[in-house]
C-alpha cells in the first residue's frame, strides 16, 4: 500500500513503516557517533515507543549495550488501517537490537494496569534478574484504574483564565486564543493521569518482586519553560501533576532503600504530547528558530543522549537546587529567552515565516509519524503489517 499522511486535529491517523524505521536508524546512528559515559545495563523503558522515551531506550542500547525491555500502548495493522507509528518504531528498535545482539524485548498493553506490571516483572524475573534503571515516559490522555474509573487529563489553567497567542497549524494562523481554568476535579484527575502515582506503584510492584537492584536509578520527565507558558503548563493542571511527579521522586529516594528517582526537566519538542497544548506549539516554533540559529538546538535523542551520557550516569549526577535534572538549560539560557521574547511580542500572521521556524516545526510533526525521512521513497507500495514481538 502507498502511505501518505492524513492529519486530523493533533494527531495523524497514519504511519509510515519504512519512514518510521529510518528515522530510528538515524536516532541509533546519532547515539553511536557520540561518547558513551558507564552507563546502565538493564533498563526499563515505560512509554518507549515515541518521543522522549523511545529515545532514551535507543540511548540505553546504544551507548551502554543495555538490556531494553519497553513498555508501548500501541496498535499493529488492521486491514488498510496502518499500525500506530509507536508500533512500527517499536519494530524498528527491534529489529536493529537484535541485529546488533542487543537484548530488547516489549510489552504492548497498559502500563497503568497491574497485569501489564505482573507481566512486566515476570520477563525482568525470567531474562534479566534485576533492572538497574527505570525510565518513566508515559504521556497519556487518561488512566484506567482496577475498579473501570476512568480519569482524563486535562490542559488548562488553574486560578484565572490566560489569553495569549497561539497557532492554528491547519493554516498557519496567529491569533489569541483564552484557556478557562481547569475545576477541582479536572485538576485531581489530572494528577491522578499525569502524577507520579503510577511510577511509585512500578516501583514499589519491583521492589516487592525483588525485580530491582537496590542502588537502581529511576528518572520521569517534566518541563517548567518560560513564564509566557507557566499559565499554561508550569502552574496549570499540568504543572500540578507534575508538581506530584517531583513530591514522588522524594518519596521513593526518601524510602532510605538505596533507589534513587530523578525529575529531568527537558526541552520543549515537537511530540505527539505537545502538540496538543495550546500556545505552546508557537513558542515551540519561535524557540527552534532561535535554537537552530544560535546553534544550540536539540531534538528527542539529543537530549536524552546528553542526559544518559553527561547529566545521569552510573556514577553521577548533576542536579540544581531542588534537585532536577535539567535537560532545559540551553533552552533556559537567557541569549535563548531573550531573543523568543522579542519574538513572541512581534509576532503576527503575517510575519511567522520570518519569526518562527514553522517549517521545523511541520517537519518534526510529519515526522512523528514516519513521513519526511531522508531516503525513503514515499510513492512505493509498503508493507504495513509489520511485526512486533511482544
Ligand atoms: P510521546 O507522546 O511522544 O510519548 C508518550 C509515550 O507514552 C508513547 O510511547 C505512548 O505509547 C506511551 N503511552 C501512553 N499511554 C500509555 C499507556 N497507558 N501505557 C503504556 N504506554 C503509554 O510523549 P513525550 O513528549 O515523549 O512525553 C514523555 C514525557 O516527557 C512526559 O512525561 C512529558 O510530559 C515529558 N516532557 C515532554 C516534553 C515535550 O516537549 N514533548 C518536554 C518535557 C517533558
Request: aromatic share 8%; hydrophobic share 40%.
Amino acid at each position: 500500500m502507498i502511505v501518505k499522511p492524513k492529519v486530523r486535529g493533533f494527531i495523524c491517523t497514519t504511519a509510515h513503516p519504512e519512514g518510521c524505521k529510518a528515522l530510528v536508524k538515524s536516532e541509533i546512528d546519532y547515539v553511536k557517533s557520540q561518547n558513551h559515559a558507564e552507563g546502565f545495563k538493564k533498563v526499563l523503558v515505560v512509554g518507549a515507543s515515541m518521543g522522549y522515551g523511545l529515545a532514551s531506550r535507543i540511548t540505553a542500547a546504544y551507548s551502554f549495550g543495555a538490556a531494553t525491555l519497553g513498555v508501548i500502548f500501541d496498535k499493529p495493522a488492521n486491514g488498510a488501517r496502518t499500525a500506530s507509528a509507536g508500533w512500527y518504531n517499536t519494530a524498528a528498535f527491534e529489529e536493529f537490537a537484535h541485529a546488533d545482539g542487543l537484548y530488547a524485548k516489549t510489552v504492548n498493553g497498559d502500563a497503568y494496569s497491574k497485569e501489564i506490571k505482573d507481566k512486566v516483572i515476570e520477563i525482568i524475573k525470567n531474562d534479566l534478574g534485576k533492572v538497574d534503571l527505570v525510565v518513566y515516559s508515559l504521556a497519556a490522555p487518561r488512566r484506567t484504574m482496577a475498579d473501570s474509573t476512568v480519569y482524563s487529563s486535562v490542559l488548562k489553567t488553574v486560578g484565572e483564565p490566560y489569553t495569549n497567542k497561539t497557532i492554528d497549524l491547519k493554516n498557519n494562523t496567529v491569533s489569541d486564543i483564552t484557556v478557562e481554568p481547569a475545576t477541582e476535579e479536572e485538576i485531581q484527575a489530572t494528577i491522578k493521569v499525569m502524577g507520579g502515582e503510577d511510577w511509585q506503584d512500578w516501583i514499589t510492584a519491583l521492589k516487592e518482586a525483588d525485580a530491582i537492584e537496590e542502588n537502581a536509578v529511576t528518572v520521569a520527565y517534566s518541563y517548567i519553560g518560560p513564564e509566557i507558558t507557566h499559565p499554561m503548563y508550569a502552574d496549570g493542571s499540568i504543572g500540578k501533576a507534575k508538581d506530584h511527579l517531583f513530591e514522588t521522586a522524594k518519596a521513593i529516594t526518601n524510602a532510605d532503600d538505596g533507589i534513587k528517582a530523578y525529575i529531568s526537566v527537558n526541552k520543549a519538542l515537537v511530540t505527539q504530547s505537545s502538540a496538543a497544548i495550546p500556545i505552546v506549539p508557537l513558542y515551540i516554533s519561535i524557540l527552534y528558530k532561535v535554537m537552530k540559529e544560535q546553534g544550540v538546538h536539540e531534538g528527542c535523542i539529543e537530549q536524552m543522549c546528553r542526559l544518559f551520557n553527561a547529566k545521569l550516569t552510573k556514577n553521577s549526577v548533576e542536579t540544581d537546587e531542588p534537585c532536577r535534572i535539567r535537560m532545559d538549560d540551553w533552552e533556559m539560557e537567557e541569549k535563548v529567552q531573550s531573543a523568543v521574547d522579542t519574538l513572541w511580542s512581534e509576532i503576527t500572521t503575517e510575519n511567522l515565516d520570518s519569526h518562527a521556524d514553522l517549517n521545523g516545526y511541520h517537519e518534526d510533526f510529519y515526522k512523528l509519524f514516519g513521513f519526511g525521512a531522508e531516503g525513503v521513497d514515499y510513492e512505493s507500495d509498503v508493507d504495513i503489517d509489520v511485526k512486533v514481538d511482544c
